[in-house]
């Protein structure tokens, strides 16, 4: 009955936000509608207008919705409403799957919270334990943390502890799930108060995740933006066929037919990655690495180069395909196809997003038509055919294969030096783009 009555109290708040059009009829108080306009929030999104006022009256909440939808504000703003009615140290705790997504949401608790000098602390792996114990100890109001760092924290850091804890915040909590932290997160929901406000951000609803919800929300209203899985309309959604011995060229045509635009390409594994990523710049175009195997402080480089526009092309696994906020992608390019046809809707989430358009295009080869079923049946529509002249892509052959060649020789020269313990870091410095090389042997002819 309970259920009965939370859902229908959904619909009616539906109702009631769908007029809404400002943070203040949402009830956000003034200090952060004034932060909203710095950010130049215009109006609350979709998952803003549904989630604030249920969170206003101390509600937890489950939402769902798709990736780009603005659900940080969602949850952030709230919090930090909260928090100036009653300040205090080590009041949020918000859990990220990824390092990328943790530095994303303390940016914008702290654009949000600048006016109110709100402290955040992002503690994550792949960052010095010693610097973070710190941090720890100056007792900031907003933690936002990976669940295996955290525990690592809160079993070895002294003094440290949640005890005081007023709100957590699980976002992407599928993922978190996905990525096995299920061990860590049991072990935080032990240690703080279950006299708290818990909000679960996902995008899909995973047994795990409804597992999750039973244990840790008290009840919950669930506000949704998305039920089925969508793509945002205004993404127009393409597939090219060809053969796998050719990926290369038709990438590379591509990148060319559409040079001016930024570009996000997919690839399945890190070692494929940083092979593309250095072929594309023995062929002189402007490609950018980001996966798994770089250090954090590279991984930040490589996204910050991208963000500023100083690279057009950023080659990436799928540590890049959720929660990342980098505002100007035109064109996705899935190069690899995903195995799983959901990280299909976040890859291309990277695009059209905030009302504008965006194109994704798909590469299938004659190993991938299954997956590429598997994806067309999820969205529940089909993709139009990219229209290539086979003769205009061939012309590039030659050229392609000499980048593959240097590319291949620049990767085993690095595997080289890390098995003789020089721990030559995958990273965007000229020095790993065979540019130098290039120059020498051109000055000999």
């Not at 943390?145 to 079993?155: F, K, Y």
Request: proline content about 3%; some cysteine; aromatic content about 6%.
């Amino acid at each position: 009955m309970a259920a009965a009555s939370e859902k229908t109290d959904g619909l009616e708040h539906e109702e009631e936000t769908s007029k809404s059009s400002t943070f203040k009829e949402l009830g956000v108080c003034d200090v952060l509608c004034e932060a909203c306009e710095q950010l130049k929030w215009k109006e609350p999104s979709k998952i803003q207008k549904e989630a604030i006022p249920v969170a206003l009256t101390g509600k937890d909440i489950i939402g769902l919705a798709e990736t780009g939808s603005g659900k940080t504000g969602a949850f952030a703003l709230p919090i930090l409403q909260k928090l100036l009615e009653n300040p205090q140290r080590l009041f949020g705790l918000i859990l990220t799957p990824t390092r990328e997504l943790a530095f994303q949401i303390s940016e914008q608790f702290e654009a949000l919270g600048s006016s109110i000098g709100v402290k955040c602390a992002v503690i994550v792996g792949g960052i010095d334990n010693m610097s973070q114990a710190l941090m720890l100890a100056k007792k900031p109001h907003i933690i936002i943390a990976t669940p295996g760092r955290l525990v690592d924290h809160l079993e070895n850091t002294k003094g440290f502890n949640l005890r005081a804890l007023k709100f957590l915040v699980m976002d992407e909590a599928d993922r978190i799930l996905n990525m096995d932290f299920e061990q860590e997160v049991d072990k935080i929901l032990k240690v703080i108060p279950r006299e708290r406000t818990t909000y679960l951000y996902s995008a899909t609803m995973t047994k795990k995740v409804q597992k999750l919800q039973r244990a840790s929300l008290q009840n919950p209203v669930k506000v949704e933006v998305s039920s089925k899985y969508q793509t945002v309309e205004k993404l127009q959604q393409f597939y090219i066929f060809i053969p796998v011995k050719v990926k290369d060229v038709y990438l590379v045509y591509i990148l060319n037919e559409m040079a001016g635009n930024s570009f996000m390409v997919f690839c399945s594994t890190c070692a494929n990655t940083q092979r593309v990523a250095l072929m594309l710049r023995n062929l002189g175009l402007n490609a950018i690495p980001l996966h798994g195997q770089m250090t954090q402080s590279k991984r930040l480089g490589a996204l910050n180069k991208f963000k500023s526009k100083s690279r057009s092309i950023l080659i990436a696994t799928d540590v890049a395909s959720r929660g990342l906020d980098i505002p100007h992608v035109d064109v996705v390019l899935n190069f690899d196809i995903p195995t799983h046809s959901k990280d299909y809707i976040h890859r291309v989430g990277r695009t059209a997003r905030a009302g504008r358009a965006g194109k994704a295009i798909t590469f299938v080869t004659q190993y991938d038509v299954e997956l590429y079923q598997r994806i067309e049946h999820l969205i529940g529509k089909q993709l139009d055919l990219y229209k290539t002249e086979e003769e205009e892509v061939m012309v590039l052959m030659e050229r392609v294969s000499e980048a593959q060649r240097h590319a291949k020789m620049e990767m085993s020269e690095m595997e080289n030096k890390k098995k003789r313990g020089k721990t030559m870091d995958n990273d965007d410095s000229e020095e790993a783009t065979g540019v130098r090389k290039k120059m020498k042997t051109k000055r000999k002819h």
